[in-house]
């Protein structure tokens, strides 16, 4: 690192918001812009970049292989939390799906006390950041059902490319499409206007023309590569900030200990410490460095900087669920690729070098629903309210997006392969595969009223952080969720238009999986099954410090004059869906505002 190079801007951690902001900021040739990434660059592994092969980054040296604490809602069980380790983060081991929030939970984060931060304010920084580029043929356009495109709110020159992994060789695609308009639920708008509710094909961060992933590193950190002014270090552990008192009674950080090649280097910026390191790293580096809850901060024997007690609170997540059911014969699914059979593997690369088609070109989904919860205010009444004094605006403010009319409570989607989701293995597609081929039915929550925390365990910078998402401890989650499985099984499975695919009486996934008609039963394999969706968020939150908030509506953690947060840890609410879209929009957003100031 030249002695020369002396940075305005210090980010921790170049993964999906951190590329994004140090991106925006170097465009300027005059600022200088320092990235420390603890994970390697893993822009040239196959495994990142070839859409399907991302189940194997679960678990491995890209993922940091977190784990919560067991959870009393679960049974005990605890769960394998994924985080992205490498260049792009959790943008560059993710499913790929690019999912649209809604307009009510934007301008819910700007009601709960951040001006400029509602829906309107956003839609500018979602369209940004991603191009979507949709199939340019009408017969496939037809097979997926797309003819919702808004351009009102379409990204069109964005870094991140965006196409409709669906293909017109897949049949589910269009039964999918045709099953939700048999429901009347398919999609009644374009998803990204922020108002829709109803079934669709979805769509994916993939290149459609060279069909690799697009993600943080290939569309914002490769050309930063390129530039003078930015310096971007791997394997790179940050292990705090290092702060001093101003006259004013705040603190300043003035640098950052990183321990790089085996030594412990002194990075100092001339203006921010901006924190990109995710949902459980951003929290944990605050910790150590003295910003968090006083108490907790002294039991680890931490000189206190900033009392914050809203620090690793606030986590929220979705949790998902599915059921596999064995396809009819001739039906193609990820199946045979995932028990690795040589013809299949074969057959699917060829199809891949030479063509860019074939399996290898699917990520995670390609069909997805928004789905209300019928009587769902009839329900929450039997359920208990808000859990604390300190959760009471947060429950009304979930269960008011969850009664509005048109509103979605769930997800329900298609996964093209068996889920073995009892084995709570390293990916929810297991190990012990059966021998079958399957489509798997799945849904994930929207909205939950369970929250947890993240913090440090100990004063030591390798030990791993204490995650406790609380699932399920609301017991209107579980309510929801287990109404969806069996609707799931007695609607959507036996919709005259996706029951041929499937086999009278194929096997499923798991015995379990064939007594979830009840409400007891769908209960039960909920509790045995259900797992992280990857979508956690809010441990430093975006909020008046009064309701445990962490940064203002600027980022700047309160209590600092130049520590900035730009990750999914200042959402203050979950929004519906996968998260990546939103993640990408507030790092767009984020840098807009320290380039302003």
């Known amino acids: 690192m030249p002695s020369s190079f002396s940075p305005d801007y210090i980010i921790v951690g170049g993964g999906t918001s951190g590329l994004v902001v140090a991106n925006r900021l170097s465009e300027n040739s005059d600022v200088q812009v320092l990235v420390l990434e603890a994970g390697k660059d893993l822009s040239a592994d196959s495994r990142v970049n070839i859409p399907a092969l991302w189940t194997s980054l679960m678990g491995s040296e890209a993922d940091w292989q977190y784990k919560t604490v067991p959870q009393p809602g679960l049974g005990g069980r605890a769960i394998r939390n994924p985080l992205g380790k490498a260049l792009g983060g959790s943008s560059a081991i993710n499913g790929q799906a690019f999912i649209a929030p809604a307009q009510a939970e934007i301008d819910a984060w700007a009601k709960l006390g951040n001006p400029g931060w509602d829906w309107a304010g956003l839609v500018p920084s979602y369209k940004k950041s991603y191009t979507l580029i949709p199939p340019s043929d009408q017969a496939t356009l037809e097979h997926l059902g797309v003819d919702w495109i808004n351009d009102e709110y379409r990204g069109t020159s964005g870094p991140i490319k965006v196409s409709f992994p669906g293909i017109i060789q897949n049949p589910l695609c269009k039964a999918w499409i045709d099953a939700f308009h048999g429901l009347g639920k398919a999609t009644n708008a374009d998803p990204f206007s922020g108002n829709s509710i ?50 004013a009674g705040t603190v300043k950080a003035i640098g950052v200990h990183a321990l790089v090649e085996g030594k412990t280097e002194t990075f100092t910026p001339t203006k921010d410490v901006i924190l990109a390191s995710g949902v459980f790293n951003t929290p944990r580096l ?56 040589p013809e299949a593997l074969a057959q699917a690369q060829k199809l891949y070098v030479q ?22 205010a009839e329900l929450l009444d039997k359920c208990p309210r808000a859990q604390g004094t300190n959760d009471t605006e947060y ?14 409570s769930i997800a329900w989607l298609m996964f093209l392969a068996q889920a073995n989701l009892h084995e709570g293995g390293k990916s929810f597609v297991g190990t012990q595969l059966l021998p079958e081929n399957f489509a798997s039915l799945g849904c994930a929550q929207s909205h939950p009223f369970s929250r947890g925390a993240t913090h440090i365990s100990s004063a030591d910078i390798d ?24 609707a799931l099984d007695t609607k959507l ?35 045995d099954t259900v797992t992280t969706a990857y979508h956690s968020c809010g441990s430093a939150a975006m909020l008046p410090k009064e309701k445990g908030g962490v940064v203002d509506p600027k980022l700047i953690v309160y209590g600092t004059e130049n520590i900035r947060i730009v990750d999914a840890s200042i959402f203050p609410l979950i929004p519906r869906g996968n998260i990546l879209s939103s993640v990408y929009a507030v790092a767009e957003k984020a840098a807009d505002i320290i380039k302003g100031n």
């Open 198 to 247: 109803g079934g669709y094909s979805n769509t994916a961060t993939v290149d459609p023309g060279t069909k690799t992933r697009s993600y943080a590193d290939s569309a914002y950190g490769t050309p930063i590569r390129q530039r003078s002014n930015v310096r971007v270090l791997t394997e790179a552990k940050v292990q705090r900030i290092l702060l001093t008192e101003t006259p």
């Open 286 to 341: 605050l910790e150590l460095s003295g910003i968090g809850n006083k108490e907790l901060l002294e039991n680890h024997g931490i000189q206190v900087h900033v009392n914050l007690p809203g620090v690793g609170e606030n986590l929220q997540d979705h949790l998902m669920t599915g059921l596999s059911y064995e396809v009819v014969d001739g039906v193609m699914t990820g199946d045979p690729l995932m028990r690795q059979e």
């Open 355 to 376: 063509h860019k088609t074939g399996p290898f070109t699917i990520g995670g989904m390609q069909s997805h629903a928004f789905m209300p919860t019928p009587n769902v």
């Open 395 to 408: 429950y009304n403010t979930v269960r008011s997006i969850l009664e509005a009319p048109d509103s979605s």
């Open 463 to 486: 030990a791993e952080p204490t995650i406790d998402p609380r699932y399920f401890s609301h017991p209107a989650d579980l309510e929801i969720m287990a109404r969806n499985v069996q």
């Open 493 to 527: 499975r036996h919709s005259k238009q996706l029951s041929p695919f499937f086999k009278p009486d194929g096997k499923r996934n798991h015995p379990d999986a064939f007594h979830v008609g009840d409400l007891d039963g769908a209960k039960k394999y909920v509790l």
